[in-house]
């Protein structure tokens, strides 16, 4: 599919889902990607960490392939740049802190030379073949987040990324009202937009008055203090710091992803008034109402420092009477990773505050208030919720035309989407899926190797050894091994009656060829195991002839 005399809008990934975001962009025969992210893996995808998009559309087509633009270095808009961008062999574009973490993934792939990485200056413009493209910055809980406008010969296009509005934003320079209106004041074709939070019927709010909120729960702290927040949150990481100062407390970070994103920050002209550091032994000598530590894990994740805290295996150790602030908000899905780590606190006498009970936290996606205001000041002719599952995408669609928009278009992964000329509408529908990065290896999602994981992670799995003669008869009995099959005091009887069973399948098949014999067995072990414990475990027969 090339795209013709017109303008085409692909999402390969972030429409109908929050995350893995991947957007194309045609006109007349060329595509532009905007972002390349992951999501991260639930319980069904056993030993998955990363999920990233299939590209196997773009791929097809990378000679037509213009470049990837990034807009902010959320790990759902640049994380799967160092697993996927090498084979698509485009160049990169991001303002300077997200091009500095995109080269820091690609350092650590060995990749840093294999990919091209520009660098466009904040409220830059560059140019790829028809679509001309200007960043414009939004607020969002990440530094230099950014919004795409881009132009091409049938309309304009307002692409926000992730944003909200913020009157205090402490760090950057947002676009103001006046800037967009003038951006709508010039035309705009479609509103390409986050659809995050249109739920929430009040505004985001501002990080200056998390601040205020953050001194007011830490100021009355008679302990030691540790706050989780996400990593990536600058302007939190700046809050906290300001903090820090105010109550007379020195700042300890506790995580490799904290350490990395201070680290550039800094370099690109950030957190310069960062309180000195202290190490993790200094925290954990100080008195204790002299120390707050900034930890990762606000989410629940295993490895990092606040779960490593909480179990007791980390340098920094709570005890009862200090504070874990978690200040950030739950994402649907790690309920229970974050409960077991708060419940492990408490069995410790080590007190919690949420962004339940007290103003901690503010989203960096907008609400009904500041979607409103979005549409009022850029007018767009076309709305493309896009950001979010499909409820989410269909409630903005609805603000969207109850707002005075005169066309919104719900569209899902995969949907090839006409935008100009003529009425926008889906025309067709694309290659779209999942891959996940196994260790160092990229699978398809639903493959064989995943299939076989949920399997053996559901039913557990009996490896049989069978040796058998010359004439096809059986030398000693069958040997089983178990994984993951529920039987703990049947067990030995359990062995014994598959063993038989085992040695009858053998028997019975003695003149038939080696995988017959084989299948024969599997199917005999498994019926025992299915009569003994109503699963159906995966069964591995091994024949030896000698």
Not at 46 to 69: H, Q, T
Not at 206 to 228: M, N, P, Q
Not at 292 to 310: H, V
Not at 318 to 335: C, M, Y
């Amino acid at each position: 599919m090339t795209p013709k005399d017109e303008l085409l809008f692909l999402a390969l990934g972030g429409s109908g889902e929050i995350g893995m975001n991947a957007n194309l962009y045609g006109c007349r025969g060329k595509w532009i990607m905007v972002d390349l992210g992951v999501t991260f893996a639930d319980p069904f995808y056993p030993g998955i960490e990363l999920v990233m998009p299939d590209l196997a559309f773009i791929e097809e087509r990378r000679d037509d392939l213009l470049g990837i633009v990034l807009t902010h270095g959320h790990e759902d808009h640049i994380g799967a740049l160092p697993y996927l961008a090498a084979d698509l062999g485009v160049p990169l574009y991001a303002t300077p802190f997200t091009a500095s973490l995109i080269a820091g993934k690609l350092e650590e792939e060995g990749l840093r030379d294999q990919v091209e990485l520009r660098t466009v200056d904040l409220g830059g413009s560059i140019q790829l073949g028809e679509f001309a493209i200007r960043y414009v910055a939004l607020a969002h809980s990440i530094a230099e987040g950014n919004a795409l406008l881009i132009d091409t010969p049938y309309g304009r296009i307002f692409h926000t990324g992730d944003w909200k509005l913020d009157d205090e934003p402490l760090i950057g320079d947002p676009a103001s009202e006046a800037q967009l209106r003038a951006i709508g004041d010039e035309g705009v074709l479609a509103l390409v937009c986050d659809s995050t939070n249109v739920f929430n019927t009040e505004a985001s709010g501002s990080e200056g008055g998390v601040r205020d909120g953050l001194l007011d729960v830490i100021k009355s702290a008679k302990g030691r203090v540790i706050v989780t927040t996400f990593a990536s949150n600058v302007a939190r990481l700046k809050t906290l710091g300001d903090v820090a100062r105010a109550t007379g407390r020195q700042l300890c970070l506790a995580g490799r992803s904290l350490d990395r994103i201070s680290s550039v920050a800094k370099a690109n002209g950030y957190l310069r008034d960062l309180p000195p550091l202290v190490d993790w032994d200094r925290a954990m000598d100080l008195p204790l109402r002299e120390v707050m530590i900034i930890a990762t894990g606000g989410q629940g994740e295993a490895r990092a420092a606040l779960a490593r805290m909480a179990e007791g295996t980390h340098p920094i150790k709570p005890a009862a009477g200090d504070l874990v602030v978690f200040s950030s908000k739950q994402i649907p899905g790690n309920e229970i990773a974050i409960g077991r780590i708060q419940n492990a606190f408490a069995a410790q006498g080590v007190e919690m505050v949420t962004e339940k009970q007290a103003h901690i936290h503010v989203s960096g996606h907008p609400g009904q208030p500041e979607l409103r205001a979005m549409y009022e000041w850029l007018r767009p002719e076309i709305l493309l919720p896009v950001h979010g599952e499909m409820r989410h995408m269909q409630a903005q669609a609805r603000l969207g035309l109850a707002s005075g928009i005169p066309t919104a278009l719900v569209q899902k992964n995969g949907d090839l989407v006409r935008l100009a000329p003529g009425d926008p509408a889906v025309i067709g529908h694309e290659q779209t899926g999942r891959l996940v990065l196994d260790g160092d290896v990229i699978l398809p999602a639903d493959g064989g190797t995943i299939n076989e994981r949920r399997k053996l992670s559901i039913n557990g799995q009996i490896s049989v050894a069978v040796a058998r003669d010359g004439k096809g008869r059986l030398v000693g009995a069958p040997q089983l091994r178990l994984q993951g099959v529920p039987l703990e005091e049947d067990r030995e009887a359990f062995l014994s009656e598959a063993a038989e069973a085992a040695a009858e399948a053998v028997a019975a098949a003695a003149n038939r060829d080696v995988e017959a014999v084989r299948e024969q067995v599997r199917l005999a072990v498994r019926r025992a195991a299915t009569r003994w414990t109503g699963k159906k475990p995966i069964v591995d027969v091994l024949i030896i002839d000698i």
